[in-house]
C-alpha cells in the first residue's frame, strides 16, 4: 500500500485560514455519514459507521515516520506536522504515538474535510465535518460517529440542532426550513417521533371503564457507565451473555499492545474499558465523568423502552443544554412557545392522529404512503395513530397503519 509522508510542520498551530469549499447533499431530513482514510469519503445523506481517518481496516504495514526535507527517521512523529498521502488525502495537526491526536484538519482530495478534535485517528470530541456541496455537520464525535448536541446545515438552506446517538438522530431536535417553518420535537433517526404539541379533541381513552391511569412521571435509577458501555457480565441482566465478554475488563487478555498502529476499526475491534475511559476524558469535562459504581436517579415521563433509553441519552448530555443557542428544555418538556411556525412533519403527524381518531381509512392510508410521517409518531402525551384506531367509533385496520419497527407504544 501507499505510504503516507510526514513532514514537519513550519507552523505550529494547524492552518485554520482555508477552509476549502466541502459529496452530495443529504435529503431533507437526513442525517450525514461520515467516512475517512481506507474508505471512501462520507456521503452526506448516509447512516454512518464506515472508516475514519487513519484507515479503520488499516493493514499492518503501517507506515514508519520520516521527515522530509532531511530523510531523519523520527519515532515518534513530531507533536505537530503535516502527513500526506500519494491520493491527495492529507492531515495537519497533532500527533502522539504515530496517530492523529488532538487538534488537526484532515482533507479527501474531493475537498471533503474534517477540522477538530482527534483521540488515536478518531474523530472524537468537537468538530466540523464538511462536504464539497458545502453541506457541514458542527457539533460533537465520539469514535468517529456523531454522539450528543450538533447541527447539520445543509445547501438549501435546511438546518437541524438536536441530539445525535452512533451517528443518528436520538433526542430532541429542531428542524428549520429555508422559510422559516419548524418541526419541532424527540426524533428518532430521521423520524418526528414525539411532537412538543397536545392534538385537542382528537381521542381518549379515559372515558373507557377499564382505564387506569399511568400518565404520571416515574422515577428511574440507572448506572450511565453501565448503561453506556452494555458490559453487562451477568446472565441475568444480559439475555446475550457470553463468558468471553468477561475479557473486557482485563485489557492484557483482549487485544495486543499497541494494537492501534494497525488497526483503529470501532465496529469490529473490542474496545476495552481502559480505552473507553481515556476516550470520555478526551471527549467530555472532568466534570461530566462518572464512575463505574455510580448510579443516578431521574425521572422520566414516558416508561416505553425505546423512550426509557432516549431520556438516560438526554440526561448523559445535560451539561451541554445549556451551552445551545435553542431551547432544549422545552422541547423536552413539550413546550412549543418560542419557536416557528409548524413544518410539514408537525402539521402531517397531527392530521394522521386526527385521521385515525375519526376512523378516516383512506386518509390514513395516503398519508402513510406519502412517506411524510412516522406511524409511530405520539403528541406530547403519549397519544398514538394506534391509540386513535383503537378508540375509534368506525373501523380502521390495524395494517392501515403500517406500523414501522420502532413500536414506540
Known amino acids: 500500500p501507499a505510504r503516507p509522508v510526514y513532514m514537519a510542520d513550519p507552523d505550529p498551530a494547524p492552518d485554520h485560514r482555508n477552509p476549502g469549499t466541502p459529496g452530495s447533499p443529504p435529503a431533507p431530513g437526513a442525517s450525514p455519514g461520515t467516512s475517512g482514510p481506507g474508505g471512501s469519503p462520507g456521503t452526506p445523506g448516509g447512516s454512518g459507521g464506515s472508516p475514519g481517518p487513519g484507515s479503520s481496516s488499516s493493514s499492518p504495514d503501517r507506515p514508519l515516520v520520516s521527515v522530509v526535507p532531511s530523510g531523519l527517521e523520527v519515532r515518534p512523529p513530531p507533536d505537530v506536522g503535516l502527513q500526506m498521502w500519494p491520493d491527495g488525502w492529507r492531515y495537519q495537526g497533532e500527533f502522539q504515538g504515530n496517530l492523529k491526536h488532538g487538534e488537526g484538519r484532515f482533507e479527501w482530495s474531493s475537498q471533503e474535510y474534517y477540522e477538530g478534535q482527534f483521540y488515536k485517528d478518531h474523530r472524537h470530541g468537537q468538530g466540523c465535518y464538511v462536504w464539497p456541496d458545502g453541506t457541514k455537520f458542527t457539533g460533537a464525535f465520539y469514535l468517529d460517529r456523531k454522539d450528543g448536541y450538533g447541527t447539520l446545515e445543509m445547501k438549501d438552506g435546511s438546518m437541524f440542532q438536536g441530539l445525535y446517538k452512533d451517528d443518528e438522530r436520538f433526542g430532541p431536535g429542531v428542524f428549520t426550513y429555508p422559510n422559516g417553518r419548524q418541526d419541532v420535537g424527540l426524533w428518532y433517526q430521521n423520524h418526528l417521533i414525539r411532537l412538543s404539541t397536545a392534538i385537542a379533541g382528537a381521542f381518549s381513552v379515559k372515558n373507557h371503564p377499564m382505564f387506569h391511569s399511568d400518565m404520571g412521571k416515574h422515577v428511574v435509577t440507572f448506572n450511565p457507565y453501565k448503561e453506556k458501555y452494555l458490559w453487562r457480565v451477568d446472565s441475568m441482566e444480559d439475555p446475550f451473555f457470553y463468558p468471553y465478554k468477561k475479557l473486557l475488563f482485563d485489557d492484557s487478555y483482549t487485544l495486543p499492545s499497541e494494537i492501534e498502529t494497525y488497526s483503529n476499526n470501532a465496529d469490529h475491534l473490542p474496545l476495552t474499558r481502559s480505552y473507553r475511559r481515556e476516550g470520555d476524558r478526551h471527549a467530555f469535562p472532568e466534570e461530566e465523568l462518572v464512575a463505574e459504581d455510580q448510579t443516578e436517579t431521574i425521572i422520566i415521563i414516558n416508561k416505553t423502552p425505546l423512550l426509557v433509553q432516549m ?5 448523559r448530555h445535560r451539561h ?20 416557528g411556525p409548524k413544518g410539514p412533519l408537525e402539521c ?12 378516516a381509512v383512506d386518509k390514513v392510508q395516503e398519508m402513510l404512503k406519502s412517506n411524510l410521517v412516522s406511524a409511530d409518531v405520539a403528541d406530547r402525551h403519549g397519544h398514538t395513530a394506534l391509540i386513535g384506531a383503537a378508540v375509534s367509533t368506525v373501523t380502521l385496520p ?8 420502532i413500536k414506540h407504544q
Do not use: C, Y
Not at 431520556?311 to 440526561?315: A, V
Not at 443557542?325 to 412557545?337: F, K, L, S, T
Not at 390495524?398 to 419497527?405: F, G, R, W
Open 348 to 359: 402531517n403527524s397531527e392530521q394522521l392522529l386526527l385521521a385515525t381518531g375519526e376512523g
Open 398 to 405: 390495524i395494517s392501515a397503519l403500517n406500523v414501522s419497527a
Open 311 to 315: 431520556q438516560m441519552h438526554i440526561h
Open 320 to 339: 451541554a443544554q445549556t451551552k445551545l443557542p435553542w431551547d432544549v428544555a422545552a422541547v423536552i418538556e413539550g413546550n412549543r412557545e418560542g419557536f
